[in-house]
């Protein structure tokens, strides 16, 4: 028996885990979602804001994080326009862009938005960690135009805005470095406010951050995207994930356990050959 179970065919792991993850999305399975303190206090600098305030999102990921960040953003964007904020929109890599645009195409049939005066894009600039030092200097400086090339003074979302003492928050969705960039920069330098929206892989090493008071919420991987739909009361695709990623997680658990406990017990019913 337990030769069998330390040999089990690596296909019936594959089906078993993709069982656990099919089902519950097909059964639309539900489950309770505590939110967390980190992600509590990253709604609550959002609740604070005053109408009207600008805001910028940082949309630092691609493609490969977007089941992750995608659903914080659209949670994210639906908190800030229930606040009646300002969204200047703007990526420190080349592929985020095209995924906050998807997203505002979508948040803008929900609600009355104008382009350049409840949200703006600003494109993508290379340099990263120079972006955001002269970010804090003269945002102009570096971003003269929106992402189609017309000067941000035409905008009256940009109008008024010179560096990051007009910026009431900074939210940075990040599956990389970024997540270090922000706090060390705009944090540490300019006393910027500013949340990190991170996958769950990055989320551990941003605690630093949040322990040390230089952000004012982290929000990790899709569980915290879950928690904050949970907080905005609207329950969305990381909500419909979490039943189907805590199941899987539980099989991979069990057949870990299953394949130590066979390894040992085999190890124990063979011959000692050493005596």
């Not at 993709?18 to 206090?41: D, G, L």
């Not at 805001?55 to 994210?76: C, F, G, N, R, T």
């Not at 955001?132 to 929106?146: E, F, N, P, Q, V």
């Not at 990381?238 to 069990?254: E, R």
């Amino acid at each position: 028996m337990w030769d069998k179970l330390a040999k089990i065919d690596r296909r019936i792991i594959f089906v078993l885990i993709a069982v656990s993850v099919i089902v519950p999305f097909i059964t639309r399975m539900a489950m309770s979602i505590r939110v967390s303190t980190p992600v509590r206090k990253a709604h609550q600098a959002v609740e604070e804001l005053e109408s009207g305030s600008t805001i910028i999102i940082a949309v630092d990921y691609d493609p490969s994080s977007m089941p992750e960040l995608q659903p914080m953003l659209y949670a994210m964007l639906r908190h800030v326009y229930n606040k009646k904020l300002k969204v200047i929109l703007m990526s420190l890599i080349p592929l985020g862009p095209p995924l906050g645009h998807m997203a505002m195409e979508d948040i803008t049939k929900e609600y009355d938005l104008k382009y350049g005066e409840d949200y703006i894009f600003i494109d993508y600039r290379p340099g990263e960690r120079a972006v955001i030092l002269a970010m804090g200097r003269d945002i102009k400086s570096i971003y003269g135009s929106d992402y189609l090339g017309t000067p941000l003074d035409s905008f009256p979302i940009t109008r008024e805005v010179t560096n990051f003492d007009d910026i009431a928050l900074v939210v940075d969705l990040a599956h990389g470095m970024s997540a270090d960039w922000w706090p060390q920069i705009a944090s540490a330098r300019y006393g910027q406010k500013l949340i990190i929206g991170g996958t769950a892989v990055i989320a551990p090493d941003c605690y630093p951050y949040l322990d040390s008071g230089q952000i004012e919420g982290l929000i990790g991987g899709l569980k915290g995207a879950a928690e904050y739909e949970m907080l905005v009361n609207r329950p969305g695709v990381a909500a419909m994930g979490m039943p189907a990623q805590s199941i899987a997680h539980l099989v991979i658990i069990a057949f870990i356990v299953i394949g130590n406990i066979a390894y040992f017990a085999l190890r124990r019913s063979k011959p000692d050959t050493t005596k």
